[in-house]
């Protein structure tokens, strides 16, 4: 619940600030953490530190108009940090799922795509997940994203280049006619 | 002609299909002879459970896989008993440490196959997703690259490492990439005639962005090879 807590707090200080580019610092460190340390909670706050960079990033969702959704999000953040404090897993639940109410109540009023950004926060941290080295099942089951939209995400990414091991090409070839044409 | 068999997974058949190259299985079992064989498990994630959900995104992907196995291009087969499954999948989340916990790389999907491989002797594998790959070729080239993510070092248990590459010495993985690519040089492309090689290319390419782990690099050799 330690790392928890920092965790709350980095997102809490970013969006108290309005700053979007805190907030993805704040993705970035709790990504690492996630992968290393899963627990759902951790998911969680990775999935929305992406959410609420993308709000910060947005001058339609940070018009006055949405500036009590903005109190809202505030108030859930920092009761997030006191709970991740005392370690109550249960009232830090309940916090996200007011933080996730919140964050659809702020987008269903200016809807613009099919996919909604708890949905693409969710899929791109499970694909970062992927790209980080855990398996594709693996980043499916802890998110709950299906494989099929992980490997469509991460084939427009450049995460298969930034790698690379194991066999020549030259020689998985040469097997694949092996195995295809010539039997093994 | 002797029976080739090959074991796929999910994620192959994934991109295969995202990319629209799912008769390349056709071709191969109906010119070759090749067994593609799949666990229940991968008939599950790859097309009971696409057809199952609300969303109808991969329905017709997962129509497309259906259609495969009721031609019987593609065959399922039962699953391994589990507690062999749940001791290599153990085995393989203790391979890396980082911070003095264990990294659980692996899921059940992944590991059932490599047991299958084993109990079914069949040691080619079809998959297109990268860690359960470098995981039996390259587990050192897994362990830098989970140092370069998690910025910290990871620790290797090589009783683990040990253990786990006994279980996975002798299988041999291939990309969809390697299927089409070779089908190509078979004349699966032979259609488009002159445009031949561009077509195959171009299969490639979409293979990629369909989500097999193939690099840029990989690609350019793919289309120096087809000149």
């Known amino acids: 619940m330690l790392e928890l807590s920092k965790a709350s707090k980095l997102i809490c200080d970013a969006f108290k600030e309005r700053d979007q580019r805190k907030m993805r610092r704040a993705n970035d460190t709790i990504m690492t953490l996630s992968a290393s340390r899963f627990s759902k909670e951790m998911y969680e706050l990775a999935v929305y530190s992406y959410v609420l960079s993308k709000v910060l ?27 991740a404090k005392k370690r109550d897993k249960k ?59 992980i490997m469509d995400y991460a084939g427009k990414t450049r995460m298969f280049d930034r790698v690379t091991g194991g066999k020549s090409l030259a020689s998985r070839i040469d097997y694949a006619r092996k195995m295809l044409l010539g039997g093994v | 002609m002797k029976e080739n068999y090959v074991l796929c997974d999910a994620s192959s058949l994934i991109s295969l299909t995202g990319a629209c190259l799912d008769s390349v299985i056709d071709f191969f079992h109906d010119k070759f002879r090749v067994k593609f064989v799949v666990p229940q498990s991968v008939e599950y994630e790859a097309v ?55 990294l659980k790389l692996i899921q059940k999907g992944e590991t059932e196959m490599l047991i299958l491989s084993r109990e079914l002797n069949i040691p080619s594998l079809l998959m297109d997703e990268r860690t359960t790959r470098f995981l039996i070729e390259s587990p050192i080239t897994l362990k830098k690259h989970l140092e370069d993510e998690f910025h910290t070092h990871i620790m290797v248990n090589k009783k683990s490492l040990m ?19 070779t089908a190509y040089e078979e004349g699966f492309f032979s259609k488009f005639g002159s445009k031949e090689s561009e077509a195959a290319e171009a299969a490639l390419y979409r293979l990629k962005y369909a989500g097999c782990a193939v690099s840029f690099n990989e690609l350019k050799e793919y289309s120096k090879m087809m000149k």
């Not at chain 1, 659809?104 to 790209?131: F, H, N, P, V, W």
């Not at chain 2, 279980?167 to 390697?178: D, H, L």
């Open chain 2, 163 to 181: 253990s786990f590459s006994n279980r996975v010495k002798g299988m041999n993985v291939i990309r969809s990439t390697e299927l089409v690519y």
């Open chain 1, 91 to 149: 009232a830090f639940r309940v916090a996200v799922k007011g933080l996730r109410t919140s964050i659809q109540t702020l987008e269903s009023r200016d809807s613009r795509y099919i996919k909604t950004m708890i949905e693409k926060g969710r899929l791109k941290t499970a694909a970062t997940l992927y790209a980080q080295g855990l398996s594709l099942s693996t980043a499916s089951k802890l998110t709950g994203v299906e494989s099929q939209e």
């Open chain 1, 57 to 83: 990033s947005k001058p339609r969702f940070m018009s006055k108009k949405y500036s009590a959704t903005h109190k809202e999000i505030q108030a859930i953040l920092n009761s997030m940090v006191r709970d």
């Open chain 2, 48 to 102: 009971a459970r696409p057809l199952s959900l609300k969303t109808k995104i991969y329905c017709f992907s997962a129509l497309r896989i259906q259609n495969l196995i009721n031609k019987r291009a593609i065959e399922v087969v039962p699953e391994s008993k589990d507690e062999k499954t749940k001791e290599l999948m153990k085995q393989g989340n203790h391979i890396y440490h980082a911070a003095g916990k264990s």
